[in-house]
């Protein structure tokens, strides 16, 4: 199953750039024995964006055919490392050939991309800049691999 991360916002070289490339790197090779993987990135350049509809209609645009969605929000549920590993196995296992993650701008996804999603998730209460979300979900896709994988990076 590809992972794609659609997100508004231009993640230019540095630190963060550095952390997202790395992780989806070893989430890719970590991912590739259990039909989880490549991982990509689509970017939405928010200075062609007026408002957030508009942003939630190109983050819809963007989206693979056929693709299961889960838009980051802070209406979503949370999940443990290890649920968040189950979510990705249980649409790999059925069939799901695609699975695309969306991340909005500064003020959030608007209605469509919530109506749109199949399941909005949630970094917790705290609100995260959107360029941090992307490396704490790129990360989390890594440990996914690594849970699912039964490898050493996750300790319980």
């Given at each position: 199953m590809r992972l794609t991360i659609i997100a508004v916002g231009r993640l230019k070289s540095?630190?963060?750039a550095a952390l997202v490339d790395d992780y989806l790197a070893r989430a890719s090779q970590a991912g590739r024995g259990l039909a989880l993987g490549p991982c990509a990135i689509t970017e939405i350049d928010e200075r062609k964006?007026?408002?957030r509809e508009d942003e939630?209609?190109?983050?819809?645009?963007a989206l693979p055919e056929?693709?299961?969605?889960?838009?980051?929000?802070?209406?979503?549920?949370t999940l443990t490392s290890p649920d968040f590993a189950k979510l990705l196995a249980d649409l790999r296992?059925?069939?799901?050939?695609?699975?695309?993650f969306l991340?909005?701008?500064?003020?959030?996804?608007?209605?469509?991309?919530?109506?749109?999603?199949?399941?909005?998730?949630?970094?917790?209460p705290m609100v995260w800049p959107h360029m941090l979300a992307r490396v704490m979900l790129a990360e989390q896709i890594y440990r996914a691999a690594s849970i699912l994988g039964g490898g050493p990076y996750h300790r319980t």
């Amino acid at each position: 199953m590809r992972l794609t991360i659609i997100a508004v916002g231009r993640l230019k070289s540095g630190p963060e750039a550095a952390l997202v490339d790395d992780y989806l790197a070893r989430a890719s090779q970590a991912g590739r024995g259990l039909a989880l993987g490549p991982c990509a990135i689509t970017e939405i350049d928010e200075r062609k964006v007026r408002g957030r509809e508009d942003e939630g209609a190109r983050l819809i645009a963007a989206l693979p055919e056929g693709a299961a969605v889960i838009a980051l929000d802070e209406r979503g549920k949370t999940l443990t490392s290890p649920d968040f590993a189950k979510l990705l196995a249980d649409l790999r296992d059925r069939g799901v050939a695609e699975t695309a993650f969306l991340i909005g701008g500064a003020d959030g996804h608007g209605d469509a991309v919530r109506q749109r999603a199949d399941r909005l998730l949630s970094f917790g209460p705290m609100v995260w800049p959107h360029m941090l979300a992307r490396v704490m979900l790129a990360e989390q896709i890594y440990r996914a691999a690594s849970i699912l994988g039964g490898g050493p990076y996750h300790r319980t």
